[in-house]
């Protein structure tokens, strides 16, 4: 099952704050974050582990809440080029190798 | 730097016809995806492999097959394509399974099917 993310869409102007959040209901061994421009390929952000942890570079960061299953992606004082699509992939606790990604959110950032 | 290569960018084709989407990587990555993207969809895993010659169902392989013959390869097969098949698709590699280490994505090939 999908995990569900919100807000799907959001438009900001630069240097304000986003945050995306990203909810499973099932319990999660692993979160990933990937932003997608258009016409380009995913690309990989971040990756966050069972174990409640917190991780970010530059201004994106991103939290883990296993009790919750969920995970929220945030972007301070944007730039306008973090405009794209944000997906959020969930890895089960036990079982499949796979990888189960969120519909998208899209963010755009004006000048 | 992992790159993953789609054999074609677009790609049209009848409805019926036998289809082949070619994907190759060149990190020595065990394991393999086929995704499909569609809008307000996101990314729908259809198939992927963990090792050479092992593949296992996602969650929409209905209507697709795949072939991995050699570990830098992983074939997408529409048997006899339709039209609802239309659609955005990505492959991706990556070292580890279980979601332990990042997805590297193809550039995808928009398939048409009229």
């Known amino acids: 099952q999908q995990p569900v993310q919100s807000p799907q869409a959001v438009i900001l102007r630069e240097g304000e704050d986003a945050v995306i959040n990203c909810s499973s209901s099932?319990?999660?061994?692993?979160v990933h974050w990937y932003r997608q421009k258009h016409g380009e390929a995913p690309i990989f952000l971040m990756i966050?582990?069972?174990?409640?942890e917190q991780k970010g570079h530059d201004k994106i960061s991103a939290s883990f809440n296993e009790k919750k299953q969920q995970s929220s992606l945030y972007l301070t004082a944007s730039q306008l080029s973090y405009s794209g699509t944000y997906f959020c992939?969930?890895?089960?606790?036990?079982?499949?190798?796979?990888?189960?990604f969120g519909q998208g959110t899209r963010l755009t950032i004006n000048p | 730097d992992v790159k993953v290569t789609q054999s074609s960018r677009y790609l049209v084709k009848r409805t019926g016809e036998k289809v082949f989407l070619e994907c190759v990587q060149d990190?020595?990555?065990?394991?393999m995806f086929w995704y499909r993207q569609d809008p307000g969809l996101g990314l729908r895993l259809i198939y992927f492999?963990?090792?050479?010659?092992?593949?296992e169902k996602g969650d929409i392989p209905e209507g697709y097959s795949v072939s991995r013959e050699k570990k830098e390869r992983f074939s997408l097969i529409l048997e006899s394509a339709s039209t609802n098949q239309t659609s955005m698709y990505l492959c991706?590699?990556?070292?580890?399974?279980?979601?332990?280490?990042?997805?590297?994505f193809g550039n995808g090939t928009r398939l048409t099917v009229t």
């Open positions: 492999s963990y090792d050479v010659k092992m593949k």
């Open positions: 990190m020595d990555h065990e394991n």
């Open positions: 991706a590699s990556s070292l580890l399974g279980g979601g332990h280490s990042p997805l590297h």
């Open positions: 992939g969930t890895g089960p606790l036990s079982g499949a190798q796979k990888l189960v």
């Open positions: 966050l582990l069972k174990g409640g």
């Open positions: 099932k319990a999660l061994y692993s």
